[in-house]
């Protein structure tokens, strides 16, 4: 029972104070001093009471449970599976015979003394004294209060004159800080153990109001009671102290003044001093709560000037009601002012902007929408249409489909240029191009225009694109290609002109397996899905390595490299494709299986489930009339809630992208040279109903890179943009410095810098291509067709590279963790090793 020992002395002490406590009330009242036996009879049964209570408490709260168990059973208890409350309640029942403090015993020995006993009488009388005056005291005092209770009235009524003695105070205050202390740099206050760096004097022209003062750090170092932690003293926490020390001075004088005398006279000084101590202090706070706010707007220039003239009330009241006069008139002028900017600018807004999105399709031309789901023959009749009219365009959504059209064409015999962001290829005497759609011109005329993948029209960063070549087509005919939520929007969107509608139902069906996918099933004709390049190549590696052979699809993969993928899948040199969701936009192959080895994927942003417009647009692509007469689509888990993504009906499109037009520029330039201006005012400019604004994001950030430097003020509005505006992975920094070299090879007039070549690894000669490719558009811009023929040549190389390397490399890959690279399984479901996410996920949980 160790924790009894220790406890026992400790409750022996406390119940000694108590009863001592006890003797002084019963002594302090008694006129004369009682005999000490007297009190012993008096009091024997509740002193012995409290040590009882005193032992009882602190044995049974400072015991643990196991000690008390145990002294329990040396008493004869049985308490194996009794409750906590029955042990607390025997346990205290039976600790109270253990070893009784002999209280009374204790009591003889110490007070049994005729000199202790009188000690202790004298003690406990004036301490009963003191009790008395206090009470007296204070019953004076609250007196008091009730004749002093028009206080509150009094500071209300004399507001105007504590404010302006205040106001004196902080300006005598503020005219000796700017004179004596130092100005530091900026720096965050928590940061104590960093030394400020003095900036010199204070200049009262670097601050308009007391607030932009208020901002500056003393120097001192204080404890911020809030945050329980040292830091940097503002100068708004030290004026703050000062103005409660001032107005808490004022308030007293203020009160003493307008009170009569006799008031105070009837009572003693101590008694009125203290009264007014403790109403005045509740009433500073308050006055504080008004003060500091008008102080804080207070302009530093008159509070200066204030500085040099001698406190006078009357005069002072006059200088402040003048102050506040002109300040109400600066403020009044600044918000007419800022009034007047205001509408202006929602002027030039909507003079520069509102009038280039009101949508106007030519009513000459015929307007033919292809409506359906993936892979229903639209696209195929829209075509048709245009390979037997005397000109055309196709505008496709990938560089990929664009040669996949051009392609086709020349091989029916129509012969067909092309022309992408990264390149041109010109058939001499062909009226006919495929091209992606940033690459459409409103001014060129053709007799069809064929619009691929239009529901791209509400993609945030490059739907203006189809939004464009759908309304300023100048055609006899223009096919619009679209997926079937889509359809409501365009007819809206085109108005009241000529519109004719085709719509397009599957002659395939589609069945969704019931059983989950394993990898050891996967059969000719699949087409494996998941949603990084990384889960491509390690899915395609696996394959190769169990025997099959593979084709490989992917965003980032040269769309060369990308046609020679899908030849050997449509030859039979591959029996399997895995692919990204690149696959869902045009791409027609023999495809009888759609797999989705994931159900999220990663939007830029987080990982989310897939959308059902995303699901249909993919599992779309199986089936092929005459190869395959049943696409089949297999998950790999959670087979039912994909389904129902499959089967739910589209949700329509209710809004479009808008983007900046060259006509927009132009407008802009008769107000404003700076195109970060004209970043600001497109995110103030509110797009028009149905409609929503391109981001710019990747404009955004390349212009952060160039602003304010000679390249910006040497280049056009429209010729800067043009050059924020290519196409290219602004998420790859060496093509970002690669840009920024090249543009500053163009205003320079040099040589533009050639692109690095790296051969040594697929990743290598991936980002190569896209260097050759960023390249290839300044070429294109400055019509540098000599080199650009060269360059192309070498991007063609680099591609076959590419393709090289993916029946190489691809096949040693590994599976690895994406945080330390270790070696996984391949059949790990996930991106990181067990020991990584316990090190990333499980111990940070801990600190929650």
Same mark, same amino acid.
């Given at each position: 029972m160790k924790k009894l020992e220790v406890i026992y002395p400790d409750a022996v002490e406390h119940t000694k104070q108590k009863v001592h406590h006890d003797i002084i009330q019963f002594l302090k009242t008694k006129e004369e001093l009682p005999d000490f036996h007297e009190y012993l009879m008096t009091r024997k049964q509740y002193v012995e009471q409290i040590w009882i209570n005193v032992?009882?408490?602190?044995?049974?709260?400072? &015991?643990?449970?196991?000690?008390?168990? +145990?002294?329990l059973e040396q008493r004869g208890f049985e308490v194996d599976g009794v409750d906590k409350k029955t042990i607390n309640k025997l346990f205290r029942q039976e600790i109270k015979g253990y070893h009784p403090f002999q209280i009374e015993d204790w009591l003889i020995q110490i007070f049994s003394y005729q000199e202790t006993w009188h000690e202790l009488y004298i003690q406990a009388r004036e301490l009963y004294k003191q009790e008395l005056e206090k009470q007296a005291f204070e019953k004076e005092k609250q007196k008091l209060i009730e004749e002093m209770d028009d206080v509150q009235k009094i500071l209300s009524n004399h507001f105007s004159q504590i404010y302006i003695h205040i106001r004196k105070k902080i300006a005598d205050k503020l005219k000796l800080d700017f004179q004596t202390n130092l100005k530091y740099q900026h720096m965050d206050p928590w940061r104590i153990e960093e030394r400020l760096i003095p900036e010199g004097s204070f200049q009262p022209l670097d601050y308009e109001t007391m607030g932009d003062f208020f901002q500056e750090l003393t120097g001192k170092i204080v404890f911020d009671h809030d945050q329980q932690e040292y830091e940097y003293e503002y100068y708004f926490d030290d004026y703050q102290k000062y103005i409660f020390d001032q107005v808490y001075k004022?308030? =007293?004088e203020t009160v003493k003044r307008q009170l009569k005398n006799d008031v105070f006279n009837k009572y003693d000084n101590k008694i009125v001093d203290s009264t007014l101590s403790v109403m005045i202090s509740d009433e500073s706070m308050e006055l504080c709560d008004e003060i500091i706010p008008l102080i804080y707007d207070e302009r530093v220039s008159d509070l200066l000037k204030l500085a040099d003239i001698p406190f006078e009330e009357q005069k002072h009241e006059q200088i402040w009601l003048e102050d506040i006069r002109l300040r109400e008139q600066r403020k009044a002028e600044a918000k007419a002012e800022l009034q007047r900017k205001k509408e202006e600018e929602r002027r030039i807004i909507n003079e520069i902007f509102a009038v280039e999105y009101n949508p106007s399709p030519r009513k000459q031309v015929r307007y033919i929408l292809h409506i359906?789901? @993936?892979? &229903?023959?639209?696209?195929?009749?829209? *075509?048709q249409k245009m390979m037997n009219a005397e000109s055309g365009i196709y505008l496709a959504p990938l560089r990929l489909l664009a040669l996949e059209v051009y392609d086709y064409l020349n091989a029916s015999g129509v012969p067909c240029s092309l022309k992408?962001?990264?390149e041109e290829k010109i058939q001499m005497g062909a009226r006919h191009i495929s091209c992606t759609v940033e690459m459409f011109h409103e001014k060129d005329p053709y007799q069809v225009v064929v619009i691929d993948e239009a529901q791209m029209i509400s993609d945030k960063d490059r739907g203006f694109s189809w939004y464009k070549a759908i309304t300023k087509?100048?055609?006899?005919?223009?096919?619009?290609?679209?997926?079937?939520? @889509?359809?409501?929007?365009? #007819? +809206?969107? *085109?108005?009241?002109?000529? #519109?004719? =509608?085709h719509e397009y139902k599957r002659d395939i069906p589609l069945k969704v397996e019931n059983k989950e996918f394993k990898l050891k099933s996967v059969k000719k004709g699949d087409a494996l899905i998941c949603f990084s390049r990384k889960r491509v190549l390690e899915t395609a590696s696996r394959l190769q390595n169990s025997g099959h052979t593979v084709s490989m699809i992917y965003g980032s993969m040269p769309p060369e490299t990308r046609k020679k993928q899908v030849e050997r899948f449509n030859k039979g040199e591959a029996k399997i494709i895995v692919a990204t969701d690149a696959i869902g936009m045009g791409l027609n192959l023999p495809i009888q299986r759609i797999v989705f080895l994931e159900n999220q994927k990663f939007d830029g942003t987080s990982r989310r489930l897939l959308k059902s417009q995303e699901v249909k647009q993919i599992a779309g692509r199986a089936g092929r009339k005459g190869i395959y007469d049943i696409g089949k689509v297999a998950f790999t888990e959670s087979i039912e809630s994909m389904k129902r993504l499959l089967q739910e009906d589209d949700e329509p499109l209710q809004t479009f992208t808008i983007a900046p037009t060259n006509q927009i520029f132009e407008r802009f330039q008769k107000y404003y040279r700076d195109l970060g201006m004209f970043f600001d005012l497109w995110d103030k400019f509110k797009s028009p109903k149905g409609t929503k604004k391109a981001s710019l994001t990747e404009e955004k950030e390349l212009y952060k890179i160039i602003r304010g430097s000679e390249l910006e003020a040497r280049l056009s509005i429209i010729d800067l943009y043009g050059l924020l505006h290519l196409p290219f992975s602004t998420r790859e920094p060496e093509l970002i410095k690669q840009w920024k070299?090249?543009?500053?090879?163009?205003v320079e007039k040099r040589?533009?810098?050639k692109p690095k070549i790296k051969k040594r690894t697929l990743e290598d000669l991936e980002l190569t291509y896209k260097a050759i490719g960023l390249h290839l558009l300044f070429l294109y811009r400055l019509d540098e067709r000599t080199q650009s023929i060269y360059w192309e040549r070498v991007r063609e190389e680099i591609s076959d590279l590419v393709h090289e390397k993916l029946q190489t490399e691809v096949k040693t890959m590994k599976k690895r963790c994406r945080t330390c690279n270790k070696v996984l399984p391949w059949d790990h479901r996930f991106q990181i090793c067990e020991s990584c996410y316990r090190q990333k996920y499980v111990n940070d949980y801990r600190y929650y």
């Open positions: 032992w009882v408490n602190k044995a049974n709260n400072g &015991t643990p449970r196991y000690e008390k168990k +145990q002294y004022t308030a =007293i359906g789901e @993936t892979n &229903t023959g639209k696209t195929y009749h829209a *075509l992408t962001g990264e087509a100048q055609a006899e005919e223009v096919h619009i290609i679209a997926s079937r939520n @889509t359809k409501d929007m365009l #007819v +809206q969107l *085109l108005g009241d002109v000529d #519109v004719e =509608i070299n090249t543009v500053e090879a163009i040589a533009l810098p």
